[in-house]
Nanobody, 124 residues
Framework: QVHLVESGGGLVQAGDSLRLSCAAS????????MGWFRQAPGKEREFVAA????????SYADSVKGRFTISRDNAKNTVYLQMNSLKPEETAVYYC?????????????????WGQGTQVTVSS
C-alpha cells in the first residue's frame, strides 16, 4: 500500500507561483511514476503532469506546458509541482498520484494510488 500526502496548496493571486509537494510512504516507490491531477468545481478530474522514476522523462497537459514543472527527489520519496503564472481557472483540488507506468496517468488518467488532495485557489 502507498500513502500519498499533498501539501503546499493555498490562496494566491493570478500570475503568482506556488509549489506543491507530495510525500509518499508505505513502500518503496523507486520504480513508480508519479503525477499530479486536478479537479475544478463541477468538472472532471484531469491530468496535469507526470514524471518517471528516474526523472529523465516527463509529461504535461498542453494547458500547463511552459508554466508548470514536475520534479522528484527519490531520496525523500517526494514529488513536486512548481506552478508559475497561475490563472483563476486553475482553481482546483490538486491530487498526487502514483503508478508503475507513466502512461497510466498521462494517457488513461487511472493511476493505482491517489492522495487526498490539496486546494489551490487563484483569485483574479
Amino acid at each position: 500500500q502507498v500513502h500519498l500526502v499533498e501539501s503546499g496548496g493555498g490562496l494566491v493571486q493570478a500570475g503568482d507561483s506556488l509549489r506543491l509537494s507530495c510525500a509518499a510512504s508505505g513502500r518503496t516507490l523507486s520504480s513508480y511514476a508519479m503525477g499530479w491531477f486536478r479537479q475544478a468545481p463541477g468538472k472532471e478530474r484531469e491530468f496535469v503532469a507526470a514524471i518517471v522514476w528516474s526523472g529523465t522523462s516527463t509529461s504535461y497537459a498542453d494547458s500547463v506546458k511552459g508554466r508548470f514543472t514536475i520534479s522528484r527527489d527519490n531520496a525523500k520519496n517526494t514529488v513536486y509541482l512548481q506552478m508559475n503564472s497561475l490563472k483563476p481557472e486553475e482553481t482546483a483540488v490538486y491530487y498526487c498520484a502514483a503508478d508503475p507506468h507513466i502512461a497510466t496517468m498521462s494517457v488513461r488518467s487511472a493511476p493505482l494510488y491517489w492522495g487526498q488532495g490539496t486546494q489551490v485557489t487563484v483569485s483574479s
